[in-house]
């Protein structure tokens, strides 16, 4: 059975930090999703490959997701090679999504911005029935992006204050990347003090840019259709 929506990112936390909440909220209303994470993590400076595959596991239960597949493209110098396009474009077919979430192609993190570029092009090319693969050719509909480290101007934001509870959850199923004042490891930019604090204050600035308390933004290049404009801005202003 196809899923709605495919979330694909660099490494197992990723999707949790970035869009996490629009996925619990499409699960919420029938909707089916899955995970790809396109690295094992084996570079992080925190918690082992087995640790952080258990922590995904966890999270993903968590969110709702069918699948969470990990592909192994090598963390920490994530390969754009025809071989590694092809095994993503075979999920694709496979899975056949109508949108795909991943991150923004420019990024602190290279790896987010590799995985961005090669989700874009498997996406495009996984609808072309000439490339070959088991399964028939299939293109989403769109391709949309969320941020990691930089922060993009949104073309669109999805209230996802309902689904904030479910996406701390999942957060902190990931124990060993986050902060915790009695581990002995070294310290990373997302397990400094304040990372959380700071992702959480990142969705409420989303949120308040579209009048709700907590957003979640995307880019993306083409922008949606809205059928009703006036609906789309309610309740920004109050009436003076
Ligand atoms: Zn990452």
Not at 39 to 46: A, D, I, N, V, Y
Not at 87 to 93: D, G, S
């Amino acid at each position: 059975m196809a899923v709605d929506i495919l979330a694909v990112a660099a490494h197992a936390d990723d999707i949790e930090l970035g869009c996490a909440g629009t996925l619990v909220r499409w699960k919420a209303k029938g909707g089916r999703f899955g995970i790809v994470d396109l690295t094992r993590g084996e570079m992080g400076t925190r918690g082992s490959v087995e640790t952080r595959d258990r922590e995904a596991r966890q999270a993903a239960e968590i969110l709702g997701a069918e699948f969470r597949e990990t592909l192994d493209f090598g963390d920490g110098g994530l390969r754009q090679t025809r071989e590694n396009e092809l095994a993503l474009i075979e999920v694709i077919r496979r899975e056949r999504p109508r949108l795909i979430l991943t991150s923004f192609p420019d990024d602190r993190h290279p790896d987010h911005r590799r995985a961005g570029e090669l989700t874009t092009d498997a996406a495009f090319y996984a609808g072309l029935r000439r490339i070959e693969t088991s399964f028939p050719a299939h293109r989403p509909q769109q391709t949309i992006y969320f941020s990691t480290a930089y922060v993009h101007a949104p073309t669109f934001v999805v209230d996802v204050t309902e689904a904030m509870e479910t996406r701390r959850a999942a957060v902190r199923a990931f124990a060993s990347q986050f902060h915790d004042p009695r581990s002995t490891e070294p310290t990373t930019l997302l397990s400094a003090k304040g990372f959380l604090e700071a992702i959480e204050a990142r969705a409420r600035h989303f949120g308040f840019l579209i009048g709700v308390e907590f957003g979640e933004g995307f880019v993306s290049k083409r922008p949606p259709r809205v059928e009703d404009p006036i609906a789309a801005f309610e309740g920004f202003e109050p009436g003076f």
